[in-house]
């Protein structure tokens, strides 16, 4: 025992403190570190089993502690094998993820803590419980159901087992993904292969060629290295005006994790096979209707919603297709009567510079990120009364460009910190982008005696690094992709809730949780805050007013076709989990390639394997759920609307609507069901009318 106490004492892995020591942790810590803390939870778990009564302090209270405890630890864990991979890092989770599997299925089955929370649910306590108070009983006795509490004999032992598989292919399969990335490099040393392609995206190749051994490689003269890190491939599917360098890399990108040592196909049959078995093992269906359990739509719901935006989007879409092969045909291109993928985003980009004047790479020296940042904390101070100041030092990173923040109200006192890690780094880091709680914010697990425990958060991003002295240049996207994550950390560190199992975006229905960060999105278009970030980092040039507008504009370019592709992935993820048959006469792929059908004007390729690197459905909390994308911008334009309708140019109506925005959606967390979060901040349940209005799919005169 004294051993497992001094592990505990010197592992920096669990080390207590304010922040955690991101800077310490390695590989070799993992283990002995994740087991010395099992062991402690597993008596701190007997304990509760031994003295657990159905009140709050009795039961609820030292839950929060152990659950807590472990999910800050292990998320730990899993955030270094996403922003620091290693074989060594593998390893050691691989050897200690199933006994940590295993403890997490005795506490979810749980018999006394689920049968005390029944007793509270029908015992006199229950009228006495807070509305916070009381979903939080109700999830838990839904998550404990769900996690197989009722099972007996062979169905639990097989659940555990299924559970335990599951999390395996769960993390071989980002393995693969994140391997077959890196695999793929394409050296270019004529010029002439990459003409088109802008100075940034010169830059980076060259600095990547460097850093492979190709000492002197200059954006210039070469060489350079083509990736299928998403900044580094989609430059060339955007401006490479060699056809089949967009064609190698698109099949490449496509076709990522399908074949040899990494293919993923197996791993999703299996995914797919064990999550249908659970379900059955429960009682359900399929996987679907338990993906459903604990959101608000159901499948049916879901699907009638990504119908009504795939109708709505088609016809437009089609005449996408039809404007790019008349433009393609006026600049002589043969491929204009012969449009493939790889031709889609090249000529996208030509008809949008033509329409609008606008061009994505001269407008980067515009969006330098620091400005950006900038831009975003004063519209966050604007809407929600807070500060947002620069910490380095304060708390320990995990890399060198990783910055630190505190979040302070209006009196400089913190509320909340948050991580910002936004470069990419091929090598070591997943792509894509995303945030997440390091501490959720608790009353029980206050520290240093303070009133609550203030929630920490983390933002990671796959952005275009500096390149040489100038700092990171970033695409329009980029800037939306800033602002959305930001949204979900605001929902994790504005909350006001106290109980820390519904604190921030804890107990919120999944398909609610993108509401707070596409609401963000819609912020990068607003004059005020738009013009006070775009701003040449060189010169200091304001954006002109003409070019604001024009960006204006091209808000809705496409968006029809940008729908569609976003249908066909929640369609393909719907369908796999709720009507497809494992080993029956479709392949996946067959599936694919069926709702492609009615969801892309332009058909699949035959050999296309994205599936193999969906992440989303196979990796992720998204399974049966990537709809919650379409289902929270339904949500997410319809609180925008509320800042239009009190006048956006109008700062006290939209100081008055962001301090009811924050005290509601931000601030409520999981402690009151979503759609009446809403209500609550709109007056009204959401309507699908501002979200088809913002794409330019309404009628002129219902948008009118």
């Known amino acids: 025992m004294a051993g497992g106490v001094e592990i505990l004492e010197e592992n920096p892995l669990l080390q207590a403190g304010p922040f955690l020591r991101f800077d310490a942790v390695e590989p070799k810590h993992v283990c002995p570190?994740?087991?010395?803390?099992?062991?402690?939870?597993?008596?701190?778990?007997?304990?509760?089993?031994?003295?657990?009564?159905?009140?709050?302090?009795g039961l609820v209270e030292p839950l929060e502690k152990i659950v807590d405890r472990l999910s800050v630890v292990w998320r730990v864990v899993n955030h270094l094998k996403s922003v620091k991979d290693s074989e060594d890092l593998r390893s050691a989770?691989?050897?200690?993820?199933?006994?940590?599997?295993?403890?997490?299925?005795?506490?979810?089955?749980?018999?006394?803590?689920?049968?005390?929370?029944?007793?509270?649910?029908?015992?006199?306590?229950?009228?006495?419980?807070?509305?916070?108070?009381?979903?939080?009983?109700?999830?838990?006795?839904?998550?404990?159901?769900?996690?197989?509490?009722?099972?007996?004999?062979?169905?639990?032992?097989?659940?555990?087992?299924?559970?335990?598989?599951?999390?395996?292919?769960?993390?071989k399969f980002t393995e693969n993904v994140l391997d077959a990335t890196k695999c793929f490099e394409k050296l270019i040393t004529d010029k002439k292969d990459i003409e088109g392609l802008p100075a940034t995206a010169l830059g980076l190749a060259a600095q990547t060629a460097a850093s492979k051994g190709y000492e002197g490689?200059?954006?210039?003269?070469?060489?350079?290295?083509?990736?299928?890190?998403?900044?580094?491939?989609?430059?060339?599917?955007?401006?490479?005006?060699?056809?089949?360098?967009?064609?190698?890399?698109?099949?490449?990108?496509?076709?990522?994790?399908?074949?040899?040592?990494?293919?993923?196909?197996?791993?999703?049959?299996?995914?797919?096979?064990?999550?249908?078995?659970?379900?059955?093992?429960?009682?359900?269906?399929?996987?679907?209707?338990v993906s459903m359990a604990m959101k608000m739509a159901t499948v049916e719901k879901a699907e009638e919603l990504l119908e009504k935006i795939r109708s709505a989007s088609w016809d437009s879409a089609v005449q996408d297709l039809e404007d790019l092969k008349t433009f393609a045909k006026k600049q002589n291109a043969e491929e204009a009567n012969d449009m493939c993928h790889w031709d889609i985003i090249f000529w996208s980009e030509r008809l949008r510079e033509a329409q609008y004047d606008i061009n994505e790479e001269e407008l980067r020296p515009f969006f330098a990120l620091p400005k950006v940042m900038e831009s975003l904390f004063t519209l966050a101070k604007m809407l929600f009364e807070i500060d947002i100041e620069p910490a380095d030092g304060l708390a320990p990173v995990w890399d060198k460009d990783v910055k630190f923040y505190a979040v302070k109200d209006l009196s400089g006192c913190p509320v909340a910190y948050f991580y910002f890690d936004p470069y990419s780094r091929p090598s070591e880091k997943q792509g894509g982008a995303w945030m997440d709680q390091v501490f959720g914010r608790s009353r029980v697990l206050s520290q240093d005696g303070t009133s609550v425990r203030l929630p920490i958060a983390h933002i990671v991003c796959n952005q275009t690094p500096p390149v040489g002295d100038k700092p990171s240049l970033m695409t329009?996207?980029?800037?939306?992709?800033?602002?959305?994550?930001f949204g979900h950390a605001l929902q994790n560190m504005l909350t006001k809730q106290d109980e820390g199992l519904v604190a921030g975006s804890r107990g919120v229905e999944w398909d609610a949780v993108e509401l707070p960060s596409q609401f963000m999105e819609n912020w990068c278009y607003h004059r005020q805050t738009l013009m006070g970030m775009a701003k040449h980092y060189e010169t200091g040039e304001i954006l002109s007013e003409e070019r604001y507008l024009k960006l204006l504009a091209a808000r809705t370019f496409r968006k029809a076709s940008e729908n569609l592709r976003q249908i066909r992935f929640a369609s393909i993820d719907l369908e796999l989990y709720s009507k497809y048959v494992p080993g029956g006469s479709e392949t996946i792929f067959d599936v694919d390639q069926r709702i492609a059908q009615r969801t892309q004007v332009v058909p699949l390729l035959q050999e296309d394997r994205f599936l193999c690197s969906f992440l989303h459905i196979f990796a992720d909390a998204y399974a049966a759920g990537y709809y919650s994308y379409q289902w929270a911008e339904v949500l997410s334009a319809?609180?925008?609307?509320?800042?239009?309708?009190?006048?956006?140019d109008n700062e006290k109506a939209v100081k008055d609507t962001g301090k009811r925005f924050r005290d509601t959606v931000l601030a409520l967390g999981g402690g009151r069901p979503p759609l009446q979060v809403f209500i609550d901040f709109r007056g009204r349940e959401p309507s699908i009318d501002p979200l088809l209005r913002h794409n330019g799919l309404l009628p002129t005169a219902a948008a009118a």
């Open 476 to 485: 329009f996207r980029e800037v939306e992709t800033v602002f959305h994550e």
């Open 93 to 171: 989770i691989e050897e200690v993820q199933p006994e940590k599997v295993t403890f997490q299925l005795r506490l979810g089955q749980n018999k006394p803590i689920f049968n005390a929370f029944k007793a509270i649910k029908e015992g006199p306590i229950w009228e006495t419980l807070t509305e916070a108070q009381k979903r939080i009983v109700e999830v838990e006795i839904k998550e404990a159901t769900l996690n197989g509490v009722a099972l007996e004999g062979d169905a639990k032992v097989r659940f555990n087992e299924i559970q335990q598989e599951l999390e395996k292919l769960s993390l």
């Open 217 to 289: 490689a200059t954006a210039e003269n070469g060489p350079w290295i083509i990736t299928l890190d998403f900044p580094s491939y989609r430059p060339v599917q955007q401006h490479a005006r060699n056809r089949s360098l967009r064609e190698e890399l698109y099949r490449a990108y496509v076709t990522r994790a399908s074949t040899g040592k990494l293919d993923n196909s197996p791993v999703i049959d299996q995914i797919l096979r064990l999550r249908l078995e659970r379900a059955k093992l429960l009682g359900y269906n399929n996987y679907a209707e």
């Open 638 to 648: 319809d609180a925008f609307s509320a800042f239009e309708e009190a006048g956006l």
């Open 33 to 57: 570190g994740i087991r010395a803390l099992l062991q402690q939870l597993e008596n701190d778990l007997a304990e509760l089993e031994r003295t657990v009564q159905p009140t709050w302090s």
